[in-house]
T-cell receptor
Framework: DGGITQSPKYLFRKEGQNVTLSCEQN?????MYWYRQDPGQGLRLIYY???????QKGDIAEGYSVSREKKESFPLTVTSAQKNPTAFYLC????????????FGPGTRLTVT | RKEVEQDPGPFNVPEGATVAFNCTYS??????FFWYRQDCRKEPKLLMS???SGNEDGRFTAQLNRASQYISLLIRDSKLSDSATYLC??????????????FGTGTRLKVLA
């Protein structure tokens, strides 16, 4: 079955620790995205990548980093510099370009205490 | 003004009712439009793309009005299982030449028995 996987589903960390969230897709999509969703809020774009070895900052990139070494994988690191890291993190992919829908992974719920 | 605006609701309707949501967008150059459904604590899932001529998928009808810059979603014969948050998504070309998805904050629907 084609799809997007994210792991883990729930993640707990202490303040001051970096943490990396996994995102893998086997849809052969060129574009991948990371969003953050806070309670009662819309999705906000953190980073996106249109092609391997290239990525761009989204609207709220501060305190986050990404890499895109393989087409299938787009891991997100939440660094200790991110002031409010507790949130629901969603990874998505699409064929790229206009008119193409995005598909989402099941998300990772990160809690930092 | 937000780039994509939706009435947050909640819309509480009885089973079998017809309900309509609107979504307005600010970028007149936006190129593609979608409705997603998001259940509580889950990822968004594509409900339908929205085409210029309007489109229908079973009990769901989507319309686009480019002149007034809004899209709509009509749900007929509401089911209990339609209870969810409905996200309006607009895809626009950025100044850097990439396509960006802008999400509304969602409209919450509760279908009551």
């Amino acid at each position: 079955d084609g799809g997007i996987t994210q792991s883990p589903k729930y993640l707990f960390r202490k303040e001051g620790q970096n943490v990396t969230l996994s995102c893998e897709q086997n849809l052969n999509h060129d574009a991948m995205y990371w969003y953050r969703q806070d309670p009662g809020q819309g999705l906000r774009l953190i980073y996106y990548s249109q092609i391997v070895n290239d990525f761009q900052k989204g609207d709220i990139a501060e305190g986050y980093s990404v890499s895109r070494e393989k087409k299938e994988s787009f891991p997100l690191t939440v660094t200790s510099a991110q002031k409010n890291p507790t949130a629901f993190y969603l990874c998505a992919s699409s064929t790229g370009g206009s008119g193409y829908e995005q598909y989402f992974g099941p998300g990772t719920r990160l809690t930092v205490t | 003004r937000k780039e994509v605006e939706q009435d947050p609701g909640p819309f509480n309707v009885p089973e079998g009712a017809t309900v309509a949501f609107n979504c307005t967008y600010s970028n007149s150059a936006s190129q593609s439009f979608f409705w997603y459904r998001q259940d509580c604590r889950k990822e968004p899932k594509l409900l339908m793309s929205v085409y210029s001529s309007g489109n229908e998928d079973g009990r769901f009808t989507a319309q686009l009005n480019r002149a007034s810059q809004y899209i709509s979603l009509l749900i007929r014969d509401s089911k209990l299982s339609d209870s969810a948050t409905y996200l309006c998504v607009v895809n626009s070309l950025t100044t850097s030449g990439t396509y960006k998805y802008i999400f509304g904050t969602g409209t919450r629907l509760k279908v009551l028995a």
